[in-house]
C-alpha cells in the first residue's frame, strides 16, 4: 500500500474534510442569530477551525505519510472521553454548569491519566481542575455576561 493510499492518510483527509464542512454549517447556522453578540463567539470559532483543517488538510497532500489516524491506544479512553462530554451537555441544563464541568472533567482526567495515580497527583489535578473551573464560570458569567444554567 502506498503512503498516498494509507488508511492514515485517507483517514487523515476526510477528517480534515468534516471540519471544514463542519466550520461551513456553523458559519451558516449563525448567520441566523438576530441578536449580534450571539454570532461572534460561534463565527470565530467556526472561522478558526475551517483554517486550521484546510491548512491540515494542505498539509496532508503537500506532504503524504503514513503515520495518522487513531493508532493503537486504547479505545475505553477515547469512547469515556465523548461519552463524559456528551454527558456533560446533556446534564448542563438540568444540574448547572459547574456539576456538569465536574462530570467532563472527570472524564477527561480519568481518560488521560496514564501514570500511577497517587494522593499528591489526585490533590493536584482536581484542585487545578477545580480552579479553571470556577475560572471558566466566573469569566462567562461576570465577565462575558453569558447566561450560564
Known sequence: MSVSTSQGHIGSLLTSAFFMLAGAATLYDAASYTDRDSQVFPQTVAVI???????SLINRLLRPTDRGGFGPGSWWRRILLVVSMLAACFAMPLIGFLPAGVIAF????????HDKWT???????W???AVVMVCFFALFKF???????
Open 49 to 55: 477551525l475551517i483554517i486550521t483543517a484546510g491548512l
Open 127 to 129: 484542585s487545578s481542575g
Open 119 to 125: 494522593v499528591r497527583t489526585v490533590l493536584l489535578y
Open 106 to 113: 472527570a472524564g477527561g482526567l480519568i481518560a488521560a491519566m
Open 143 to 149: 465577565v462575558l455576561n453569558v447566561p450560564l444554567p
